[in-house]
């Protein structure tokens, strides 16, 4: 009998899930072993998060260590340009790689250029996942004069790939208009697992409000912790789990301490396993995602998913808000303690409903078909 060689598919990204848990890394992972079948192979390229072998297998996928494993973010709580450059040039190794599909994620750029040439000399279409668009006004107040340098990246980057899938249209919007990007645009969102999801029961540990993320600065969740505080000084006790760590988490310790709500603000760390944290979502009354800068926002969609509303912040920076239905399954607010705290007291007082029922278009399994039927284009 003839026997046909497997269709290799190549994700590559510096941060590789479970290993690192964001976002961009579930995205991959959880697209790519739901693309996995006889006649397809998935393989994942990125840091060597893992001991032992540099290549290993993990839920049908088949995980390869290119670069040696090294922080993502500086002590001042930046993404490390150090990392994505040694990563980039770790992604040279994608030369010599098997695959006939890539799709490298475009940020942190760098990886971008060696990926292109790897798909060039194999004669094969380069696609690229964007989670988001920086911007050169947003480069500039985040580097200031270097912003200029970080923006030429961005914009060189983004002309590289034959083709770009993205999450979210506003992040489609923004690669038009503010990248000029004139190459094909899919958009497919990030999704749950909604069957495993729905079936999960609330963890022990309740409580009125849950944050769930990196405790990085424009997260903000300070000023989460300032609406605790207005809150408690106007009268109303809550109580709020914070999930996640992060270079700001000695600040909000501190912070915390400063506020007296110590006995309000309960901070747990990083949560090992997803379903703990869903769990814990479950056992919340509605989620707070005080963040001015998010790619999409699957933790939008992940507390939806476990029948939260949410609060988040309005601003251009934020595609979170484009799944937010204000006062529907959750609240659109600004920037401020008493904004905020107006939100979950709203929530709070109303009679509870569940807000999953819509989140059943972002089953992975569903996003996966869409992602095989664009690589296959």
């Given at each position: 009998?003839?026997?046909?060689?497997?269709?290799?598919?190549?994700?590559?990204?510096?941060?590789?899930?479970?290993?690192?848990?964001?976002?961009?890394?579930?995205?991959?992972?959880?697209?790519?072993?739901?693309?996995?079948?006889?006649?397809?192979?998935?393989?994942?390229?990125?840091?060597?998060?893992?001991?032992?072998?540099?290549?290993?297998?993990?839920?049908?996928?088949?995980?390869?260590?290119?670069?040696?494993a090294r922080p993502l973010y500086t002590k001042s709580g930046?993404?490390?340009?150090?990392?994505?450059?040694?990563?980039?040039?770790?992604?040279?190794?994608?030369?010599?790689?098997?695959?006939?599909?890539?799709?490298?994620?475009?940020?942190?750029?760098?990886?971008?250029?060696?990926?292109?040439?790897?798909?060039?000399?194999?004669?094969?279409?380069?696609?690229?996942?964007?989670?988001?668009?920086?911007?050169?006004?947003?480069?500039?107040?985040?580097?200031?004069?270097?912003?200029?340098?970080?923006?030429?990246?961005e914009w060189l980057a983004c002309r590289l790939p034959n083709?770009?899938?993205?999450?979210?249209?506003?992040?489609?919007?923004?690669?038009?208009?503010?990248?000029?990007?004139?190459?094909?645009?899919?958009?497919?969102?990030?999704?749950?697992?909604?069957?495993?999801?729905?079936?999960?029961?609330?963890?022990?540990?309740?409580?009125?409000?849950?944050?769930?993320?990196?405790?990085?600065?424009?997260?903000?969740?300070?000023?989460?912790?300032?609406?605790?505080?207005?809150?408690?000084?106007?009268?109303?006790?809550?109580?709020?789990?914070?999930?996640?760590?992060?270079?700001?988490?000695?600040?909000?310790?501190?912070?915390?301490?400063?506020?007296?709500?110590?006995?309000?603000?309960?901070?747990?760390?990083?949560?090992?396993?997803?379903?703990?944290?869903?769990?814990?979502?479950?056992?919340?009354?509605?989620?707070?995602?005080?963040?001015?800068?998010?790619?999409?926002?699957?933790?939008?969609?992940?507390?939806?998913?476990?029948?939260?509303?949410?609060?988040?912040?309005?601003?251009?920076?934020?595609?979170?808000?484009?799944?937010?239905?204000?006062?529907?399954?959750?609240?659109?607010?600004?920037?401020?303690?008493?904004?905020?705290?107006?939100?979950?007291?709203?929530?709070?007082?109303?009679?509870?409903?569940?807000?999953?029922?819509?989140?059943?278009?972002?089953?992975?399994?569903?996003?996966?078909?869409?992602?095989?039927?664009?690589?296959?284009?």
């Open positions: 009998m003839l026997q046909t060689k497997p269709h290799k598919i190549a994700l590559v990204y510096d941060c590789i899930y479970p290993y690192i848990k964001g976002g961009s890394e579930r995205r991959y992972y959880e697209l790519g072993k739901r693309l996995v079948n006889d006649k397809t192979e998935v393989h994942l390229y990125g840091m060597k998060l893992w001991p032992g072998a540099k290549v290993l297998k993990r839920d049908g996928l088949i995980l390869h260590g290119i670069g040696k930046r993404r490390s340009i150090k990392q994505a450059l040694l990563f980039g040039l770790s992604a040279f190794k994608m030369i010599g790689a098997d695959f006939d599909t890539i799709d490298c994620c475009g940020f942190p750029y760098f990886s971008m250029f060696p990926c292109k040439l790897a798909a060039m000399l194999k004669h094969k279409p380069l696609y690229a996942t964007w989670h988001e668009v920086w911007g050169k006004e947003y480069w500039l107040s985040y580097l200031g004069f270097l912003g200029y340098f970080g923006y030429t990246v083709e770009i899938i993205t999450n979210i249209n506003v992040i489609e919007e923004k690669l038009r208009t503010e990248l000029h990007v004139s190459e094909p645009i899919h958009v497919i969102a990030n999704g749950v697992d909604y069957d495993n999801l729905r079936e999960l029961k609330p963890a022990d540990n309740k409580s009125d409000i849950i944050f769930v993320g990196r405790l990085v600065d424009f997260k903000h969740v300070d000023v989460l912790i300032k609406a605790i505080a207005y809150l408690k000084e106007h009268g109303t006790e809550v109580s709020c789990n914070i999930v996640g760590d992060g270079p700001e988490l000695a600040a909000l310790r501190k912070l915390v301490n400063r506020l007296r709500v110590n006995t309000n603000v309960n901070f747990l760390g990083f949560v090992e396993n997803s379903d703990d944290v869903y769990k814990l979502m479950k056992a919340s009354k509605v989620l707070v995602l005080p963040s001015t800068h998010e790619g999409f926002g699957m933790v939008v969609i992940e507390a939806h998913a476990c029948g939260l509303p949410v609060i988040t912040i309005d601003g251009p920076d934020n595609a979170a808000v484009h799944l937010v239905k204000h006062q529907i399954n959750g609240s659109v607010v600004s920037l401020k303690a008493k904004s905020i705290a107006t939100a979950i007291q709203y929530w709070l007082t109303i009679e509870p409903s569940d807000h999953s029922v819509h989140v059943r278009n972002y089953d992975w399994k569903l996003l996966a078909q869409t992602q095989a039927k664009v690589y296959s284009q």
